[in-house]
């Protein structure tokens, strides 16, 4: 499976360049941050209507800006500086602006992983059995392959979406109901379809990397001698040539789930993702106030770029240790 | 294999795609919720007016003969009516492609032109300052949404700057150069660059990004080969050796993965439209979308995959006349 050499390699590349710390650092960071996000969150991301006296939007802290404020029953125009219980300000709708940033890393985090997996499950197997018996299975397999490739990922999970609905899954917050966090919403909306979409957009790119594997350890004198044994078919594909795969396999997980990451934020932001506690939805609702208020659509896109990063300095850092035949061409989706 | 033989063999295999993505979205269709009649019609349609349209349109034939209508349709090239608009689907595709084409365009000129060169200079001077700059940028570019990078771009060179306009295309490329040849006036095409500009940025960043990447890899490891070595011993010196050898080499593998990151570039057009209120393709999807608008989402979909096989063809025919191995296979 995940033979000493590996693991040295891996400790090694760790050690020898900063890039891999960093994007460990990065990811470690999100994380906790996601878990933890009603701990760290101010105010009930869902609740709007944090408005300053002149009924705007707030700020960050710190910021001047002009509001209308009632002197002596006279509205009037007054140069205030910016200093409310919103750190980062409030959106549009009045909502939190940090707050709803803390939580939207779970989303990104649990459809980038979740979807990743998915695709993993069903394209492994799929790959594994066309590359090693061949023939027609395979000729069929490849066939889908291209023809899903066909496809921009994006348009597909649009008509995908288009047919299936949104269907928002609500999942309750362990943090919330050990009663840690008062005040915090109970469950937290996790965009199902597109979880599901994303893992159907992307499994045919492990079904490759599976195939492809298989058709070349197929030919490795141990499956041959595994075989001569009387191994059957199957104890073979698991016991000798999926444990050979699993390298590549997770180098390209984690391109994969970077890919799925940006795919999310962009369904988000046009519209067709199911929850509204999502990083790309908040740039979405900030574009109509971006030349007065530039700060809602600023926050949630740091976030997304330092997530992705992150996801992509630490599959980097596993394609330069496992695999350094395995190339960008497979940056897919 | 000879190359007529290999292409022969390419083109077959791009029609079954085709015939596959239009099977897919015909499949789609049938199985999403909504009546087509009174999608088209509206709620307020009265049941005679829907039965007579569902008759019109052949909504009442069992699904293999809607099916095959609809494939007969295609091949003559009658895409249907969109049910919104109740325009023929090949005039509203056709109509936004030089939009979306000059967008594409520019965005894969903008990237080459700062990939290539920004590729070359990292795998040659590896480990210095311009390297890791490069480095830092590629990977910035690969983990930005473009959406919120066109958005950024709006707020820094749009809002607070304001060098560049924020949205729209008033004038098509052709047009613009049709007035320069006419009229010998430069400022059609001025405005059109200047619209186009961050639109392509856009689109076009992450494309730098990945093939910046895609040049560094590929030069580093031809740079290690011994026929550099050889060359050099000869005497060639090292810039014709970087350029007219290793850099040959390196384009092989790029190439396959543009032609393979067509679709990408697609989906990138789409988000970027919207940003940038572009009428291209994608923002025509996008409102067929939301309007469930199925023959004009079909017809816009089957165009975007007859595009793509296209240009694969393309790339693996030029793919092997770089590469005489591809076909000894």
Redesign the interface.
Known sequence: MISDRITSNLRRTFRESLLPKIGMVLLVSIVLMAVFAPLLATHDPTRTGYYDEGGNAYPPIGTEYTTQIAVDGEIQEVEVTADSAHVLGTNNVGQDVYSRFVYGARISLLVGFSATLMAMLVGVPIGLIAGYYGGRVDDALMRVADTMLAFPALVLALALIGVFGESPVYVPDPIVSLGLADGMPESIPIPGTVTIVAALVIWVWFARVARGEALSLRNEEYVKAAKSFGTTDRDVLIGHVLPNSVTPIIVLATIQVAVIILLEASLAYLGFSGTTLSWGYEIERGQDILRTRPWVSTLPGIGIVLTVIAVNLLGDWFRDALDPNLDEGQRGA | MSIAKFLVRRTL?AV???W??VT??FG?RA???GDPATLMLGEGATAETIARVRAQEGLDEPIYVQYLDYVQGLLIGDFGYSWRSNREVEAMVIERIPATLELAIAATVVALVIAIPLGVVSATRRNEPADYGATLFS??G????N??LG??L??LFG?WLGIFPTGRRPVGLVEAIWTLVAFGSAGDLLTWLQHITLPALTLGTYFTA?IT??TR?GMVDELGKPYVTATRAKGLPAVLVRYKHVLRNTMI?IL??LG?QM??????A??TE??FNWPGLGLR??DA?DA?DWPL?QGI?VF??VA??TINVFVDALYSSLDPRVNDE
Do not use: D, K
């Open positions: 295999q079954f795609v085709v596959g993505v897919i979205m789609l199985v999403s919720p990977l910035l690969i983990s930005t949404p959406f919120w958005l950024m709006i707020l809002v990945l990447r895609l890899s593998p396959t993965v393979l679709g990408t570039l697609m989906g990138g789409v988000i919207t940003v999807l996008i979308l469930r989402m979909i975007i995959a793509f096989v």
